[in-house]
Every structure is written in C-alpha cells, then in structure tokens.
C-alpha cells in the first residue's frame, strides 16, 4: 500500500513537472511562432491591367466578333468611399478571410471585386453579320463586317435616348466580381533581414493558387438595344498569386500582392433577351495592397 501510495506521487508529481515546463514554454514562445489554429481576415483596393480579347455578340439578328478590344480598370484613387458603409463596393475592393491548417498552409475564401471597361476611343475590327429590322435605330449597322475595322468612338453617346446610338459601350464595373477560393502558404522572412522579435514586427512571404466562379454586373448597349446591367453567373476564373506579408504587434498587417489569372466567360448577359449573349476570355494582372487582422480561434 506504501508504495502504492509513492508511486502515485511520483506520477503526480511529474505530470505537474510537464505541465509547468509547457506552461514556461508557453510563456516564452512567440505569438508569431506558429500559424496552425489562426484565422485571418483583410480588405484592401487593387488596380487591374487586362490583355486584348475577342468579345462575341449574338442574338437575333446579330452575331459578330470585336476582335483584340482594348479595355481597362476604373480606379477611384485614394478615397473615403473604401471604408464609408454603403459605398464600400463603389471602388475596387478585395475581401478575404481564411484558416491555417498548419503553419505553413491556409485555405481562404473572398472577392475581387475588379472593373472591366472596354475602351470607347479605340478602333478595333469586326466580323460577321447584323441584319436588324428598319424599324430599330442599330439598323444603321446593318451589314457583313469580314475583319472590318470600326471607330468604337463614332456617334458615342452617353445618353440612352440618342437617335444615333452607339455601336456598342461594355462593360463590368459593379463588377468584374471573382469569388474564389484560394490554396496559400506562408513562410516567415524575419531572419534573412535580422528581425529577432517577430512579435513586434515580422515579414512573411505568401504564395497561392485560386479558383472561382465570374459574377459580373454587366453595363451594356449593344446596338441601340435597351441597356442591360444585371448581375449574372457569367464563367471561371483561375489565378496564382505572390506577395508580402508585413505584420505588426502580432494581430495586425498590411499585406501587398501580384496575382496574375486567366478569366473565361461564356455566358455574359447583355440585353433583357435570352438570346442575347455574349462570350470573352482574357488574362488579368491584379496589384492589390491590404489591410487586415490575424488571431488564434
């Protein structure tokens, strides 16, 4: 029974002994030690560069291609509509939140809230057919276009009621909206800079792939037809990103990014009809640059 008694004791006492060394461990370890557990959110803006891309109309009586259109972002600049409530989704924003699942990796899901506006003061050629009836103001298009260069500028109006509309204005600003999720690692830099206290400040470097779904409001006028601006489940979209992390007093960071991705939509909406439609597929570059939180769950 004594040494029954003795050796329980002993277990006692060097279970206390280990949870008291993990305890000064605790104490000593880093915030920024390690990831796995931690959960992060930020918001932040992003400009946009975009390659040129065949965009192809079709519905009835109509069915052309703008071959190499021109098109850019709409960025607002440095502006208070990026954290005034019920303006935030005017500029072009990027939200997102994730999880570590290790120290290493995080999965995240967000939205690239990006804006495409084809280039009005561009001429770019057209083929194929328009054959719309007398009675509708576009019919002035009417014709076969075989690779036949056209003035996008020419009797462009911002007014809905012109006699002479415009060929065609197009474009995604409410917007060229990429909901995805995203694969990411991180790796802490500190030490090739000689930062000791990463508690204080540390620099990690960030990788990642994503994919998503494409849900754009689409503002356009095709051929005198009534404007169109809906949101509609429009394509895909897959990118791959690179950034840095600079995270300061263990919760906070401002983290900037390049993502480069490919964007295919085949199903874009442009009038009230069901079988008006039109197709594109392009390259984007997006710089982004934001503000964000980290914390253990």
Known sequence: ??????????????????????????????????????????????????TKSDIHFTGQNYDFT?????????????????????SITIPQTNFRMGYFINDHYNISVGLDHM??????????????NINLPSTESGSIYNGTYNNSPV?????????????????????????LNYINSEFCRVDDISK??????????????????GLGLLYPKTNSRV????????????????????????????YFFVQTELKAGYIDMNDIKTTNENSDKASQHFLFLQRIIAFGGIFKI
């Open 223 to 250: 051929l005198g037809k009534q404007r169109y601006d809906d949101f509609h489940v429009s394509g895909y979209g897959i990118s791959a990103k690179v950034g840095l992390n600079f995270t300061f007093f263990k």
């Open 115 to 128: 804006k495409y506006v084809m280039r009005q003061r561009q001429i770019a050629n057209v083929s194929g």
């Open 192 to 209: 090739v800079f000689k930062i000791s206290n990463t508690d204080k400040f540390q620099l990690n470097l960030t990788e990642g792939i």
């Open 1 to 50: 029974m004594f040494f029954n008694l003795k050796g329980k004791i002993v277990i006692v006492l060097a279970i206390f002994s280990q949870f008291s060394i993990a305890q000064e461990k605790s104490k000593s370890e880093k915030f920024t030690s390690h990831n796995k557990g931690k959960f992060y959110f930020f918001w932040g803006g992003n400009r946009e560069s975009y």
């Open 66 to 86: 703008i071959h190499d259109a021109v098109a850019d972002d709409k960025p607002k600049g440095w502006h208070i509509d990026y954290i005034k409530p019920g």
């Open 151 to 175: 003035n996008f500028f020419d009797n462009y109006t911002g007014l809905d009621t012109s006699p002479t509309p415009p060929f065609l204005t197009f474009e995604h600003t409410d917007g």
